[in-house]
């Protein structure tokens, strides 16, 4: 896939809007591990596809604090243009953008992703965009949600902005395989940050995926365990089981792992799991 060139009106009517939207946006929330995307990549995010293919098409974003909705919104006139968030600035630069910049499909979605998907959201649309937590349990949830929002009859498309460690490709490989998805290209280092990610780096890969028929999520009910970054390194890791009874997950505990835990079951009432993680992100 290549990015599609834009006439230097557009670009100029693009940087505008962008400049009047980001004012409402303010600093990133590294606790939802946030980190913006620069302007120019948010650009090539949108061109990925024809703005002509985008047409009387659904398109959802799963997180868009980098505006990539904006570009899209205004290049093209997509039947559904779906923004999915937690934060809680998006609905008013949401607002912005129907009203403002006249992008009439657009709307927000408030939905935590960590809580299954909507029902009504289900294999419902052409493009999915995504840039999960940095983190291997992120990339799985976030890429769960993308595969059960994507059309499963239609040439549907996934595109995953990630990027932690050296394995990040075997572990992208992986999901891929066992989400039963195409993967058509990948673009080394495409997304440039004006932030610094939690592993220090400036730049992050982009996957462009193909749905299939038969591809199907690994997580299609809620998930209870640490998401994001500051979540995944920081231990003890608090649990709660049902009947109310705390427990910590680390090396010098009696459970080392939460599957120490669900395996051993609660003391008190015997139950085996799912064990709620206390993260500090109350569930929306």
Do not use: W
């Not at 959201?121 to 993308?146: C, H, I, W």
């Amino acid at each position: 896939m290549t990015n599609f060139p834009l006439d230097e009106e557009t670009k100029t009517k693009m940087n505008q809007a962008f400049d009047l939207v980001e004012a409402s946006r303010g600093e990133p929330d590294k606790e939802l591990d946030q980190y913006y995307i620069t302007k120019d990549s948010s650009i090539k995010r949108a061109l990925l596809v024809d703005p002509e293919s985008y047409h009387g098409k659904r398109i959802i974003l799963i997180g868009d604090m980098d505006l990539t909705s904006l570009f899209i919104g205004m290049s093209s006139k997509p039947k559904d243009l779906a923004v999915l968030d937690i934060d809680r600035r998006i609905p008013e630069i949401v607002f912005k953008m129907k009203f403002d910049h006249k992008i009439r499909n657009i709307r927000f979605i408030n939905h935590d992703f960590r809580i299954r998907m909507i029902a009504v959201l289900k294999n419902q649309f052409d493009y999915v965009f995504l840039e999960p937590p940095m983190t291997k349990e992120g990339l799985e949830l976030g890429l769960s949600r993308a595969v059960q929002c994507a059309k499963k009859d239609s040439l549907s498309k996934i595109f995953l902005s990630f990027d932690i460690k050296q394995e990040k490709e075997s572990l992208v490989e992986s999901l891929i395989n066992k989400m039963n998805l195409e993967k058509v290209e990948i673009k080394e280092e495409f997304n440039n940050y004006d932030y610094s990610t939690p592993l220090g780096k400036k730049n992050s890969d982009l996957f462009v995926l193909s749905v299939k028929p038969n591809s199907e999520e690994t997580i299609p009910n809620h998930y209870f365990g640490p998401t994001y970054y500051r979540e995944c390194i920081k231990f003890p890791q608090p649990y709660r089981c049902k009947c109310g009874e705390n427990y910590s997950i680390r090396k010098d505990e009696e459970f080392t792992t939460i599957n120490d835990l669900e395996e051993s079951g609660c003391s008190k009432c015997g139950y085996k799991g799912p064990f709620l993680y206390g993260s500090s992100i109350e569930i929306e």
